[in-house]
T-cell receptor, first 116, second 117 residues
């Protein structure tokens, strides 16, 4: 069965330090991988995605993620965290089996807290 | 990125009444729209998927007669919570996926907070 795991409920980082939010996945077929961010009482904002091509994907607000097929991971990273990055981050995967468009499967979310 | 709007952003209603939530894709045509429900500090739970002009496909455990979904056009989907009860109080989020090259990304609305008294 398809699944996404975000092993950390919360990540705490000091402003200016690099941050990593972890995500691993399990799907049949080729995965389409996404990261979204959610601010309080708001919907999800798209950050970046991996479909094909370079394993390092750059997205919005200085975030990037590295697709690692052998480790089935898609960790979200940023070289220098900002206090305004504090939010809830969701990793998602969409499996595209033949003949189906597939649905997004979300991880449980990781709360990122960046302290000044 | 593409923009998805939801209306209303917040609604309070009495138990037994029906509430309609609108979801619009503002700058693209959405062949597929999704409705999610999110409980506090939890991930999104997919309720149903709808394709324009077709009946919605509901996830297991979601009552289709209670959560009526209409996707009448390529830019509008509605979710109607019929005979709402306090346990229906939640944060409802819609999402839309476009045709063609944009088809791989789902864009989300800002959500609707429903409180049933």
């Amino acid at each position: 069965a398809q699944s996404v795991a975000q092993p950390e409920d919360q990540v705490n980082v000091a402003e200016g330090n690099p941050l990593t939010v972890k995500c691993t996945y399990s799907v049949s077929g080729n995965p389409y991988l996404f990261w979204y961010v959610q601010y309080p009482n708001r919907g999800l904002q798209f950050l970046l995605k991996y479909i094909t091509g370079d394993n390092l994907v750059k997205g919005s607000y200085g975030f990037e993620a590295e697709f690692n097929k052998s480790q089935t991971s898609f960790h979200l990273k940023k070289p220098s965290a900002l206090v305004s990055d504090s939010a809830l981050y969701f990793c998602a995967v969409r499996d595209i089996p033949r003949g189906s468009q597939g649905n997004l499967i979300f991880g449980k979310g990781t709360k990122l807290s960046v302290k000044p | 990125g593409a923009v998805v709007s939801q209306h209303p952003s917040r609604v309070i209603c009495k138990s037994g009444t029906s509430v309609k939530i609108e979801c619009r894709s503002l700058d693209f045509q959405a062949t597929t729209m999704f409705w999610y429900r999110q409980f506090p500090k939890q991930s999104l739970m997919l309720m149903a998927t709808s394709n324009e002009g077709s009946k919605a496909t509901y996830e297991q455990g979601v009552e289709k007669d209670k959560f009526l979904i209409n996707h009448a056009s390529l830019t509008l989907s509605t979710l109607t919570v019929t005979s709402a009860h306090p346990e229906d109080s939640s944060f409802y989020i819609c999402s839309a996926r476009a045709t063609g090259g944009m088809g791989e990304t789902q864009y989300f609305g800002p959500g609707t907070r429903l409180l049933v008294l």
